[in-house]
């Protein structure tokens, strides 16, 4: 079956970065915003954590941004609600300062170019933890647009994440294809990776490779951009 559509991971794939720095980073900036509102740091993250664990777990019964504030409020109340406003702001503003903690691989606008020069379907399939505004900011600190997307992926428009292999079958059934007309591309072995097990093609880029469990990653086809752009070309 021929491939018609290509599926992207931004953090780490077509937006290099280190993850914890990244995360670290952007999370002391949260702080600052939510300290002057009552909250505590440490206690801060460790709620925003268990967000996110609520969102990893989500089976699709609700939207991931209602995975991660019924937590949170579990732990702060529901009157926590009242401050989304100041969140949605932080991701609109102050979280723009955390694109320092980002490189920048100009081969990702060159990749997604030839996807379409190919008449391919560019997906963005970016685990869906953050929120809309958020996920547009990194994709233009990737150097591309929201438009360069036919999907992609923000915490209130699913109710999957990865590893769960049902957010890429999601994802199938939005556009339409069949698993065996797609291919995966990301750095993550155990995220992005798992598209395999459904029928899809994969690439793991491995300019900022995670891979937690050590797997033997020769199994996948791999390299860095280069490799990348001849794999795309010989679809």
Known sequence: MAIKAVLFDLDGTLLPMDMDVFVNG????LAEKM??????????????WGGVAAMVKNDGSCLN?????????????EEARQDIPIFEDFYANDFQKAKMFCGFAPQAA???RLVKEKGLRPVLATNPLFPEVATKSRIRWAGLAPEDFELY???ENIGYCKPNPDYYRE???????APEECMMVGNDVGEDMIAETLGMKVFLLTNCLINKTGEDIEKYPNGGFDELLQAV???
């Open 26 to 29: 952007y999370f002391r900036f």
């Open 171 to 177: 994802i199938l059934r939005r556009i339409g294809l």
């Open 35 to 48: 300290v002057p509102h009552g909250y505590e740091p440490k206690s801060l993250i460790k709620a925003v």
């Open 110 to 112: 060159e990749v997604i």
């Open 233 to 235: 070309r010989e679809l």
């Open 65 to 77: 941004d209602e995975a991660f504030w019924k937590y949170f409020c579990g732990i702060y109340g």
């Open 153 to 155: 992926t923000t915490y």
